[in-house]
């Protein structure tokens, strides 16, 4: 897995990495290979820099391939 940070969004999806939830700036934990497709495609920058993950809600759905682990705006929204 690797932490990303979502630099633009130019559609909902991207080769099958889903992001419709997501706003530039948010960060998130993927994959190896969703992560490098969209750093490849400039749409995330790897991030090294510690981060707090948000306590998901005992309702937690389980439909998305990745963890959101901070909203840019700061809101710990759990994306149900």
């Known amino acids: ?3 990303v940070r979502l630099v633009k969004k130019l559609a909902s999806i991207l080769d099958g990495v ?7 700036g948010d960060i998130l934990e993927l994959p190896d290979s969703s992560a490098a497709l969209l750093i490849a495609e400039k749409w995330a920058e790897p991030i090294a820099e510690p981060v707090v993950e948000i306590a998901p809600e005992s309702t937690e759905r389980h439909v998305m391939t ?3 682990l901070q909203r840019s705006d700061g809101q710990s929204d759990s994306l149900n």
């Open 66 to 68: 990745y963890l959101l």
């Open 18 to 24: 889903d992001v419709s939830l997501l706003n530039a």
């Open 1 to 3: 897995m690797i932490r």
